[in-house]
């Protein structure tokens, strides 16, 4: 599979708990980005990492939130004490340096309870 | 100000019929690139179609056209010959030149428009 691969699908968690999501780029992308959706939205831009270095944040990434790519390869986003306002989903998506177009994972969905 | 909508927040067309998705956006840099992308239940986006600020001509790819019209910031989508498989979540979006010519940048999207193809 080359695609950008996220995991898990999905994701139900009690109110206050702390959950983590993958997202696996395309291994030569050097460039990965976090989007957010909310139903009826389009996406909304989280973050940005050019390999390990992360070059951009939304003010949508609270303290609660943080995204690492620790060897510029694979990332995570993490969300600390959730709340039912995160409740969406998180798209990922990958691009190579000079290249216009991302290609974007399937999200992971995430409900809060 | 929104820089990207999309007033149709649903749309219908008959099978083999064209359909065309309103996209209008806001910008005050000159250069900028306009996309489309498709969204199907599974979630996730399937990039269709893109359009330069500067480009001369309107983009096409197979059965999707840019419908590009400048002076008016619009930005329309037509699909030709629909598909049943075409029904979806539709989205505009839209990339700002980022610092210092580079090519990287975020996207803002529309609320999208589902398109529904019926038989």
Known sequence: DTGVSQDPRHKITKRGQNVTFRCDPISEHNRLYWYRQTLGQGPEFLTYFQNEAQLEKSRLLSDRFSAERPKGSFSTLEIQRTEQGDSAMYLCASSLGGVIVYTFGSGTRLTVV | ?119
């Open chain 2, 1 to 119: 100000a929104q820089k990207i909508t999309q007033t149709q927040p649903g749309m219908f067309v008959q099978e083999k019929e064209a359909v065309t998705l309103d996209c209008t956006y806001d910008t005050s840099d000159p250069s900028y690139g306009l996309f489309w992308y498709k969204q199907p239940s599974s979630g996730e986006m399937i990039f269709l179609i893109y359009q330069g600020s500067y480009d001369q001509q309107n983009a096409t790819e197979g059965r999707y056209s840019l419908n590009f019209q400048k002076a008016r910031k619009s930005a329309n989508l037509v699909i030709s010959a629909s598909q049943l498989g075409d029904s979806a979540m539709y989205f505009c979006a839209m990339r700002e030149r980022a610092d210092r010519g580079s090519t990287l940048g975020r996207l803002y999207f529309g609320r999208g428009t589902q398109l529904t193809v019926w038989p």
